[in-house]
């Protein structure tokens, strides 16, 4: 089993930044990719970006540019900074891990965390 805890969500106006943090417990960290999924109100949960244990990113195009995926793989802990934040950034950030590579598809992870709101005021 791992446990993923998400913290760093918050309320930002338009243009500001914020990072969310994912902790992890349980395995070896640097066994699994992690990503970062976000879900608005009646929409469907999305990928936004995930990372493997040697530090190769994807993200989906809407982020390019202003998110940036990192991990620290000696702290337990993947890190999404979140710049230039938009209106349409608003949604519930998801942190989720699975063993093997970067992948944007959520039914392939295995483990996820409880979510941190973001909200991004216009």
């Known amino acids: 089993q791992v446990q993923l805890v998400e913290s760093g969500g918050g309320l930002v106006q338009a243009g500001g930044s914020l990072r969310l943090s994912c902790a992890a417990s349980?395995?070896?960290?640097?066994?699994?990719?992690m990503g970062w999924f976000r879900q608005a109100p009646g929409k469907e949960r999305e990928f936004v970006a995930a990372i493997n244990w040697s530090g190769s990113t994807g993200s989906t195009a809407s982020v390019k540019g202003r998110f940036t995926i990192s991990r620290d793989n000696a702290k337990n802990t993947v890190y999404l900074q979140m710049n230039s934040l938009k209106p349409e950034d608003t949604a519930v950030y998801y942190c989720?891990?699975?063993?093997?590579?970067?992948?944007?598809?959520?039914?392939?992870?295995?483990?996820w965390g409880q979510g941190t709101q973001v909200t991004v005021s216009s």
């Open positions: 349980g395995r070896t960290f640097s066994n699994y990719a």
């Open positions: 989720a891990a699975r063993q093997g590579i970067v992948v944007s598809s959520r039914t392939m992870y295995d483990y």
